[in-house]
């Protein structure tokens, strides 16, 4: 994984050409989003103070598309990285809470919320049981041990439901 | 190339959006697995890939890694091939699957494949045994940008046809449209909280779709399945589109060829509204014996 701080051989292979903002969907559909400026940004180790590295659907094409192989995507992943860690986004961790509980709690992010794909499921024998509490325990130590709980904690300001 | 190998046995990760939203596409998936002889077990229980949070950058990459590593030991008892149904899924287990750390270091063994890779090295003699023609589908097929555009490693490129689900499409006689934002994000990822710009994404993507006279997408990945279905709802309504374009998942087209039942196997009337199902399955006639 690159990140900001390896990345000035990264950022040198860039010579702003525009092609990834050329192949971005997000930069047709509104000019707030510009990964060229974003890669430019980056370079004078400003692009934690940009609002736009939220708007990147991270879906690569720029990185496809890229006559360098510049890894952008990587490197607008790594500034929300470091901008949560720093700042602690309140809107972001607003937005996100629920998934990071349910992830800690059920262990899914995605909920059954129609009976008709419950009866679905049952017919097809796909009720795979949620973590059972010894499993969630154990899930809990690991995400001590890699400090992923904390992470959560700093980041999210949750704890962990029992 | 990705997809061969004599695969016997597999564990099937069904993910959060496809088992919670569209089961249809894991119960298409194991039907279709079964149809190749190959065992399948789901896990003992379900534990999010994290792929989500990652992209989001709430967590990172080791993270992602770690819990990869707790599915496939813990819960899946480790096995020798994993096979996933969705994109995201794919890049999280495929990733961390090959990666040194997991693969030399702690030494898993797991391969992971999608469910559209074993069904594209499959796909002749799947086609053989269709019992549904699908020569009246004009399939515009959307990918999905973490199989399209996998950043790790090489994925399946078309052989017949641009891409793996066209040669797919292709071997079922289904006709494939090409269209203008083919290789265009569906928009899904930033929904939450950038809805407008993400609408506006997935609607350019669905009006070139409609506008080369398309009756059925065709997708590798449930979380842009579940981006155009809603997408969709939301122009229907507010008057902008008459009728929702049917979306489906490769596993499900397949098993619908395959004469599985399209409602009680592959869930369509989960995720296609009532009149648009049923115009669907009308294109859908029986295949004549040979």
């Given at each position: 994984?690159v990140?900001?701080?390896?990345?000035?051989?990264?950022?040198?292979?860039?010579?702003?050409?525009g092609?990834?903002t050329?192949?971005c969907?997000?930069?047709?559909?509104?000019?707030?989003?510009?990964?060229?400026l974003?890669?430019?940004?980056?370079k004078k180790?400003?692009?934690?103070?940009?609002?736009?590295?939220w708007?990147?659907?991270?879906?690569?094409i720029c990185?496809?598309?890229?006559?360098?192989l510049?890894?952008i995507?990587d490197?607008?992943?790594?500034?929300r990285?470091?901008?949560l860690e720093?700042h602690?986004?309140?809107r972001?961790?607003?937005?996100y809470?629920?998934l990071?509980k349910?992830l800690?709690?059920i262990?899914?992010?995605?909920?059954?919320?129609?009976?008709?794909?419950e009866?679905?499921?049952s017919?097809?024998?796909?009720?795979?049981?949620t973590?059972t509490?010894?499993?969630?325990?154990?899930?809990?130590?690991?995400?001590?041990?890699i400090?992923?709980e904390?992470?959560?904690?700093?980041?999210?300001?949750i704890?962990r439901e029992? | 190339?990705?997809?061969?190998g004599?695969i016997?046995?597999v564990v099937?990760?069904?993910?959060c959006?496809?088992?919670n939203?569209?089961?249809g596409i894991?119960?298409?998936?194991?039907?279709?697995?079964?149809l190749?002889?190959?065992k399948?077990r789901?896990?003992?229980s379900?534990?999010?890939?994290?792929?989500?949070l990652?992209r989001?950058?709430?967590?990172?990459?080791?993270?992602?890694?770690?819990?990869a590593?707790?599915?496939v030991?813990k819960?899946?008892?480790d096995p020798?091939?994993i096979?996933?149904?969705?994109?995201g899924c794919y890049?999280?287990?495929?990733?961390?699957l090959?990666?040194d750390?997991?693969?030399k270091d702690?030494?898993?063994?797991?391969?992971?494949?999608?469910?559209a890779e074993?069904?594209?090295?499959?796909?002749?003699y799947l086609?053989e045994?269709?019992?549904?023609k699908l020569?009246k589908?004009?399939?515009?097929v959307?990918?999905?940008?973490?199989?399209l555009?996998?950043p790790?490693?090489?994925?399946?490129?078309g052989e017949?046809?641009?891409d793996?689900?066209?040669?797919i499409?292709l071997?079922?006689?289904?006709n494939v449209?090409?269209y203008e934002e083919r290789r265009?994000?569906?928009?899904?990822?930033i929904v939450k909280?950038f809805?407008e710009?993400?609408?506006?994404?997935?609607k350019?993507?669905?009006e070139?779709?409609m506008?080369?006279?398309?009756?059925?997408?065709?997708?590798?990945?449930?979380y842009?399945?579940?981006?155009f279905n809603?997408v969709?709802?939301?122009?229907?309504?507010l008057?902008?589109i008459?009728?929702i374009m049917?979306?489906l998942h490769v596993s499900q087209?397949?098993a619908?060829?395959?004469?599985?039942d399209?409602?009680?196997?592959?869930g369509?009337?989960l995720?296609?509204p009532a009149?648009?199902?049923?115009a669907?399955?009308?294109?859908?006639?029986?295949?004549?014996p040979?």
């Amino acid at each position: 994984m690159v990140t900001i701080d390896k990345l000035s051989l990264e950022l040198n292979k860039c010579v702003q050409c525009g092609t990834c903002t050329s192949a971005c969907a997000v930069s047709r559909a509104t000019k707030r989003f510009n990964p060229r400026l974003l890669v430019y940004e980056a370079k004078k180790d400003l692009i934690t103070e940009r609002e736009d590295i939220w708007l990147c659907l991270n879906c690569h094409i720029c990185e496809a598309r890229c006559p360098n192989l510049v890894k952008i995507s990587d490197l607008i992943l790594d500034a929300r990285r470091k901008v949560l860690e720093k700042h602690g986004e309140d809107r972001v961790l607003e937005f996100y809470s629920g998934l990071v509980k349910a992830l800690l709690n059920i262990g899914v992010i995605a909920l059954v919320t129609s009976s008709r794909v419950e009866d679905f499921k049952s017919e097809s024998g796909l009720n795979i049981p949620t973590l059972t509490e010894p499993l969630k325990s154990e899930l809990h130590e690991l995400l001590k041990k890699i400090s992923l709980e904390v992470r959560l904690r700093e980041v999210m300001g949750i704890e962990r439901e029992r | 190339m990705r997809g061969n190998g004599d695969i016997k046995e597999v564990v099937l990760y069904p993910g959060c959006v496809s088992l919670n939203k569209y089961p249809g596409i894991v119960k298409s998936s194991i039907e279709v697995l079964k149809l190749l002889n190959v065992k399948v077990r789901l896990p003992t229980s379900m534990l999010c890939c994290s792929r989500p949070l990652e992209r989001l950058g709430i967590i990172g990459e080791e993270h992602t890694s770690a819990l990869a590593h707790f599915n496939v030991t813990k819960l899946m008892g480790d096995p020798d091939e994993i096979v996933v149904v969705c994109n995201g899924c794919y890049l999280a287990f495929r990733r961390a699957l090959e990666a040194d750390d997991l693969k030399k270091d702690v030494g898993l063994r797991a391969k992971c494949y999608h469910i559209a890779e074993i069904i594209w090295r499959n796909r002749q003699y799947l086609a053989e045994k269709a019992k549904v023609k699908l020569d009246k589908l004009k399939v515009a097929v959307h990918v999905g940008c973490h199989y399209l555009f996998y950043p790790h490693g090489d994925v399946i490129k078309g052989e017949e046809g641009e891409d793996i689900l066209e040669d797919i499409a292709l071997a079922f006689n289904a006709n494939v449209v090409d269209y203008e934002e083919r290789r265009s994000c569906c928009g899904g990822t930033i929904v939450k909280w950038f809805r407008e710009v993400s609408s506006s994404i997935s609607k350019r993507k669905l009006e070139s779709i409609m506008e080369v006279g398309a009756n059925v997408v065709l997708t590798m990945c449930p979380y842009c399945l579940r981006t155009f279905n809603r997408v969709q709802q939301r122009l229907k309504k507010l008057k902008r589109i008459e009728s929702i374009m049917p979306t489906l998942h490769v596993s499900q087209l397949v098993a619908v060829a395959l004469g599985l039942d399209p409602l009680k196997v592959a869930g369509l009337h989960l995720q296609v509204p009532a009149q648009e199902l049923e115009a669907l399955l009308k294109l859908l006639t029986p295949q004549p014996p040979p």
